[in-house]
């Protein structure tokens, strides 16, 4: 049998609390990917490997990681004896990761991100759940030939497009922003699942585009009182620093709507030159182009996610997702 590869970030799901009975008041990224595994029992005579790619709370996810994490996958894919990978992750940035690997990857193989929301010392632990559906979920969709990026969360597998936490600190946080889970999980092995045809096309851009330093991106949010200072603060900053601003993500009201004073700053921003994208701060439906719509609008990302895409798209990898 081929070999499921574990690449281990750190996370929620590798944390550790002193009291087991305050789950809250843990510290993230203290397992190792192997103990991961160890926790696992279902796991135990599965043909893994581990491996530690990084050690971090995924809120202080940065390029750097994501640059070691590309170049871990393209050795790990292109090994014959490997059906697939898992990435072990946290939480809070995982939509961002998902996103940016899914533009990245040619599909060939299946990628599965995984996660939990409580640490490992807890008594209602998610990890080792989602850890062993992480595993089945590579198995399984290397077998139909399926290849591409998703993420294995509460029984549920999300395209690695949709898929966003939607929820601060429930066990079941994820959902797809309004799109359907590619397959619900069967729970119990008397029941199968429904599986689809072929995972969502992969961008192909290739990890190549992880070795370069990344154009400054930021996120600006449409509000009430929205005067723009924030823009024009970035933009004087942007005169002096060694990594000027390139784009901004707007995450505007409603159907992506900006208060006029924030539109202003914009304006000045694109005329010098910054990249504007619009997205919605909205949970679901995502901003639908419009005729006459003065900046893009995103389809189907959140804020977050459409900053990963600008960033490759000003790198000259097009719009990822």
């Keep these: 049998m081929q070999k499921v590869v574990i690449l281990g970030t750190g996370g929620t799901i590798a944390g550790t609390a002193n009291d087991p009975s305050r789950a809250w008041a843990y510290q993230a990224a203290q397992l190792s990917v192997a103990q991961l595994i160890e926790a696992v029992p279902a796991l135990q005579g599965v043909p893994l490997e581990a491996v530690q790619v990084a050690q971090v709370d995924s809120k202080d996810m940065s390029w750097s990681i994501w640059r070691q994490l590309g170049r871990a996958l393209h050795v790990q894919l292109a090994r014959d004896d490997v059906a697939g990978v898992v990435i072990t992750h946290g939480t809070d940035t995982l939509e961002e990761t998902a996103c940016l690997l899914q533009a990245l990857h040619d599909g060939a193989k299946p990628v599965v991100l995984t996660a939990a929301m409580y ?39 999300w395209s690695a497009v949709d898929v966003r936490k939607a929820h601060s600190h429930a066990l079941d946080a994820f959902d797809g922003g309004g799109a ?19 995972w969502p096309t992969c961008g192909r851009f290739g990890w190549g585009y992880l070795e370069v330093n990344p154009p400054r991106v930021e996120i600006v949010c449409s509000h009430a009182d929205a005067d723009g200072w924030l823009v024009r603060a970035m933009l004087a900053h942007a005169q002096t620093s060694a990594r000027p601003l390139k784009g901004i993500v707007v995450a505007g009201t409603g159907h992506g709507t900006l208060h006029e004073g924030l539109a202003q700053a914009l304006r000045e921003a694109t005329q010098q030159g910054i990249t504007v994208w619009r997205s919605s701060r909205v949970a679901r439906g995502g901003v639908l182009a419009r005729e006459g719509d003065e900046w893009p609008a995103v389809p189907h990302l959140t804020a977050a996610q459409a900053r990963v895409a600008l960033t490759l798209s000003l790198l000259g990898a097009g719009r990822a997702g």
């Design 119 to 157: 640490p490992a010392t807890s008594p209602d632990a998610d990890g080792p759940g989602n850890l062993r559906d992480a595993v089945r979920v590579v198995q399984e969709s290397a077998r139909r030939c399926l290849g591409g990026v998703v993420a294995v969360m509460h029984g549920r597998v």
């Design 180 to 198: 359907s889970p590619l397959v619900a999980l069967a729970q119990d092995d008397r029941s199968e699942a429904v599986w689809p045809s072929a």
